[in-house]
């Protein structure tokens, strides 16, 4: 199977992530992509899938397929163990709603932090990190009595933790006030499959000059004896 990612796309990082979860064989290839300038010029085989000419896209032995909900849908019937989706139908749609909530209604908050890192002031950057606090509250919520986001470990925190890592470096800071979601991230941060990934975007980031904030920095550190 080969992978198109992008070395600082966190649906990319999604995708892989879940394939090391999963143990497969997955060969990750970074299309071109500059810091200044973004994706432009797509890669071939990303315009050929995706018709939103976005990585990442999948392809295995005929099968091409694209966005990172639509690829952990088909690893997890490819491998089914271990499982990363609950078994239970309402804990699995109540799983799959929070990881849609990561991509669909959190994440567009710092993409609008995305384009406002000089005037962080502005009345839309501060909507938009109130957005994202009144987000990491609920996840806050959610992680009461409970070790991971759907009770065991599943695609909803991989989408959780990617999507706080590019708030987090956006400015919407993970605060005091959600000393769950910050012990959880650090749970995260544990795993080998997310701190392989995140560990390489952090790297990244230094390589290209960009500043990392604390727990990225984290990322790059040995990870500790359990
Ligand atoms: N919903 C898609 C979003 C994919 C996406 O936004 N990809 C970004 C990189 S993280 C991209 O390729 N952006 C380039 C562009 O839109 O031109 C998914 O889950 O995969």
Do not use: C
Not at 58 to 80: N, V
Not at 118 to 127: G, I, L, Q, R, S
Not at 199 to 215: D, E, K, Q, T
Request: charged content about 25%; hydrophobic content about 45%.
């Amino acid at each position: 199977m080969r992978l198109y990612s992008g070395p600082l796309s966190m649906f990319g990082a999604k995708a892989e992530i879940a394939a090391l979860e999963k143990g497969l064989p997955v060969r990750v290839f970074m299309v071109p992509y500059d810091p200044n300038t973004g994706y432009e010029p797509k890669h071939p085989d990303v315009l050929r899938v995706n018709p939103k000419r976005q990585v990442p896209v999948l392809i295995d032995e005929g099968l091409e397929i694209f966005d990172s909900t639509q690829i952990f849908e088909y690893f997890e019937h490819l491998k089914p163990d271990p499982a990363l989706w609950p078994a239970s139908p309402k804990a699995r749609a109540e799983a799959r709603l929070i990881e849609h909530k990561a991509d669909e209604v959190y994440f567009p908050h710092v993409v609008r932090l995305m384009g406002l890192e000089e005037t962080p002031d502005d009345p839309a950057a501060v909507a938009a990190r109130a957005a994202a606090a009144r987000f990491h509250l609920e996840v806050e919520g959610l992680l009461a009595g409970r070790e991971y986001l759907a009770g065991a470990f599943s695609y909803a925190d991989i989408g959780v933790y990617m999507a706080t890592l590019f708030g987090e470096r956006k400015g919407a800071v993970v605060g005091s006030d959600t000393p769950r979601l910050r012990a959880w991230r650090d749970r995260m941060s544990e795993r080998p499959a997310v701190r392989q990934v995140a560990g390489a975007m952090a790297a990244y980031l230094v390589s290209i000059g960009r500043s990392i904030p604390p727990f990225m920095a984290e990322l790059l550190q040995p990870a500790l004896a359990s």
